[in-house]
């Protein structure tokens, strides 16, 4: 830890992973650091900052001496008082010539306790700030199940047996084989066969014993009640008011309440056209495929051993799915897209691949993002995503049928959009203009990914780049705006880079003394041309400034009238 490092820590403030403790009137305790440290330890491991206010103020250790401010005496200190030994990494700091200690701890697989049996986690509390609680024996398999120690799918019922499985439900089972497009040699066995091959149950004396994936998806209602009380699905329709119109509880297996909620889903969708050409293109209110890929996520993906249920919410203008758990572990906001597949459940992710119910390639996120960009509507949106549940929100309500119909066309022309392509053509379609930065960001893939896949949109006539350099930008290509029926949008946003580049010039001038060809092209992006255009038209347009020196010398100053 250095001391760039610690400055971009102190700046963000304090987090589930980062903690400051205020030693400026009193020492912090070696069992008040232990605890914490255990904490960390036990959530998403940190790094506690000694000498450091609340609020982020670098206040210092002036108390601490000696031993107390030996970096391997505390690492020792947190070693022998944790349970198991906790390694650490201390290091001792001048920031400002202010001492601090930094003490960084890595997320341990294992749950950890104080020597005394204590053990904490960390957690966001009502106010929003981050503290350290009880960590009790009921959250330890949750935990487990987090950091992928065990996967409680895989786990066996013992007390159940091959006849615990609904028939009605293994019908299902092969029917959504047949239809989903499955491993169709599964049909050829017999039932006890198919379990076997899909690992739903083990051989145990003789006898078949289910897992909790076999229960979850072929079991009778009444033992998965008793042995999965955490299992639960609603339907639920709200109208305008908030008033819950419709409100079905859902305790079957899996391979029925699939079928159910799709049938739901089906009789609510409904449909508009756009006319491309010859063709009529439908436009439902939400993408069957995004739907549906969004429903098996939070069923696949949901902790099964907390306490909660998935909610499936149609309101008047979007989709709300939930399921309790939060992303798997290392899955975020800023990497969703891109990070590999990590699902919460291994065994039973993979039987839903194999029976063909999820994405074989494990990226069903790109399915749910694409089925919303292509119907002309709003990205998903997981940002009311948070610690105990994932939250996503598909929105409805009018969308861009012309938006859509140029991307079937790009489809039916055998030029399929790519999901990066969709996000930055949806951004630009939504914000006007683009940066690299900006697309990097949202593709989450960064720059130089980015500029590659806009240079390909160039290439296509779909986008053209306004700029050069470190002020180049990107928008819609005049093409594409007349396919959007919105010519005059076009005008408006190619237009507004002169006002824009005008503006920002003057706001230059008026905090520095004078302006030159060079700093234009690096400030508006322009060549040499350009700016030695825009410069001398900025003379004739704006009598306050004036054009200074000759040749190589010249510049421009605001002179106020």
Not at 364 to 390: E, F, H, L, N, S
Request: net charge negative; with cysteine.
């Amino acid at each position: 830890m250095d001391e760039d490092q610690i400055r971009k820590i102190v700046t963000s403030g304090e987090s589930l992973d980062r903690e400051f403790k205020s030693e400026l009137h009193r020492l912090q305790t070696e069992d008040e650091i232990v605890s914490d440290i255990v904490a960390m330890a036990n959530t998403n491991g940190g790094v506690l900052l000694l000498g450091v206010e609340d609020d982020g103020t670098i206040t210092g250790t002036p108390k601490r001496t000696g031993p107390q401010s030996d970096p391997a005496k505390i690492k020792a200190t947190i070693y022998t008082k944790t349970v198991p030994n906790i390694n650490t990494r201390v290091t001792v700091l001048q920031i400002d010539e202010i001492r601090i200690i930094s003490i960084e701890v890595d997320q341990y697989p294992e749950i950890c306790s104080t020597s005394q049996g204590k053990a904490l986690k960390r957690i966001i509390n009502t106010q929003g700030k981050p503290e350290s609680v009880p960590f009790y024996p009921r959250d330890h398999l949750s935990r487990r199940i987090h950091v992928q120690a065990i996967d409680l799918t895989a786990e066996l019922v013992d007390t159940l047996t091959f006849e615990s499985f609904n028939p009605v439900a293994l019908s299902w089972l092969r029917r959504i084989i047949q239809t989903r497009k499955g491993e169709q040699t599964l049909l050829e066995l017999t039932d006890e066969d198919l379990v076997k091959a899909l690992k739903l149950v083990e051989t145990k004396d003789g006898g078949l014993i289910p897992n909790y994936s076999g229960l979850l998806l072929l079991g009778k209602e009444d033992e998965i009640r008793k042995h999965l009380p955490s299992h639960e699905v609603f339907f639920q329709v709200i109208d305008d008011q908030g008033d819950v119109r419709v409100n079905d509880v859902l305790h079957s297996p899996l391979a029925i309440i699939l079928q159910e909620i799709e049938n739901r889903f089906s009789a609510r969708n409904s449909e508009r056209e756009v006319i491309v050409g010859l063709f009529r293109v439908p436009i439902p209110d939400y993408s069957s495929e995004g739907f549906r890929e969004a429903m098996m996520n939070a069923i696949v993906h949901r902790d099964y051993s907390k306490t909660g249920s998935v909610f499936i919410q149609w309101q008047s203008d979007h989709l709300l799915i939930t399921n309790p758990g939060g992303f798997p572990e290392g899955v975020t906001l800023d990497n969703l897209l891109i990070h590999e597949p990590k699902p919460r459940n291994p065994r039973l992710a993979e039987i839903f691949r194999r029976i063909g119910l999820v994405e074989t390639t494990g990226r069903g996120v790109d399915k749910i993002y694409i089925g919303q960009i292509a119907y002309g509507r709003p990205v998903p949106d997981y940002t009311r995503t948070d610690q105990d549940a994932v939250r996503i929100v598909l929105n409805g309500g009018e969308s861009s049928l012309e938006f859509a119909a140029l991307v079937f066309e790009q489809d039916r022309n055998g030029k399929s959009l790519t999901l990066d392509e969709l996000l930055i053509l949806n951004a630009l379609h939504t914000e006007r203009r683009i940066t690299t930065h900006e697309a990097g960001h949202l593709i989450q893939k960064g720059a130089n990914a980015a500029k590659a896949t806009l240079e390909r949109l160039i290439e296509r006539g779909l986008v053209q780049g306004i700029g050069e350099k470190s002020g180049r930008h990107y928008m819609l290509s005049p093409k594409v705006y007349k396919r959007l029926n919105e010519s005059s949008q076009y005008v408006r946003a190619k237009g507004f880079d002169r006002i824009q580049q005008e503006q920002m010039i003057i706001t230059w001038l008026k905090a520095h003394p004078r302006i030159t060809r060079s700093d234009v092209m690096e400030l508006c992006g322009l060549s040499k041309g350009q700016a030695s255009r825009l410069l001398i038209s900025m003379t004739e347009k704006y009598s306050e400034v004036t054009r200074e020196g000759v040749g190589k010398g010249t510049s421009y100053v605001w002179k106020d009238s």
